[in-house]
């Protein structure tokens, strides 16, 4: 019923993305999708760099602020930065990607001056920087549970995870339909080992 600000944005999506990770449900992260299309087009500053608090589309303010340092909640750039870094991983959008080292930039000069206020950016930096790590894991919902469990089961926090019961829809699926066999593929930069089927198997994988 009123316009969403950058944050409504930003974080509605992140939780999309993480519906996703515990569903496989597709619709789910092709809805965050959506999401920060509207932020790119609607609350990118073209000029600055950065996102806008409010949208361009929305009441006319005699200042549009841009929201860079943590309060109780993360901050909208910093929020937007790892919602276009998970989105960019997933579908292949290296543009997207770009985007945590755009906002980044936006307040490099205050990065150590004042590390606490800017965790949510930190944040986004050490996922930039973090080995590039999928996990694709093909099959039932009932058959991936223990495997998508042993996934689950140490802090791994920017681990691509991609849950599918058909094997389609996003560039790590390619090559990598369901089959009568439920499998995990662990790959580094979307080249994979050699799938298993085994919680065990992938956790040796994984290590």
Not at 53 to 69: H, I, N, P, V, Y
Not at 71 to 79: C, D, I, K, L
Not at 140 to 161: C, I, M, T
Not at 183 to 207: G, H, I
Request: hydrophobic share 45%; net charge negative; proline share 4%.
């Amino acid at each position: 019923k009123v316009a969403g600000m950058l944050e409504d944005y930003a974080y509605y999506g992140l939780g999309l993305v993480e519906l996703y990770k515990l569903t496989g449900d597709l619709a789910r992260l092709e809805w965050a999708r959506t999401l920060l299309e509207v932020v790119l087009t609607e609350f990118h500053d073209d000029e600055g760099g950065g996102f806008f608090e409010t949208s361009a589309t929305g009441e006319q303010l005699l200042l549009r602020q841009k929201s860079f340092f943590d309060a109780a909640t993360p901050s909208g750039n910093g929020a937007v930065a790892l919602l276009a870094q998970w989105l960019g991983r997933y579908y292949g959008r290296v543009e997207w990607e770009a985007v945590a080292g755009e906002v980044a930039r936006q307040v490099h000069d205050h990065l150590l001056a004042a590390a606490t206020g800017f965790g949510t950016v930190w944040q986004a930096i050490e996922f930039v920087l973090a080995q590039h790590r999928e996990v694709a894991i093909v099959g039932p919902d009932a058959g991936r549970a223990p495997l998508e469990r042993e996934v689950g089961r140490l802090y791994r926090p920017w681990l691509l995870v991609a849950p599918s019961a058909f094997g389609t829809g996003l560039p790590l699926f390619e090559g990598r339909e369901a089959t009568d066999t439920v499998r995990a593929f662990v790959c580094e930069d979307m080249v994979c080992q050699l799938p298993v089927s085994s919680p065990e198997a992938l956790a040796a994988q994984l290590a």
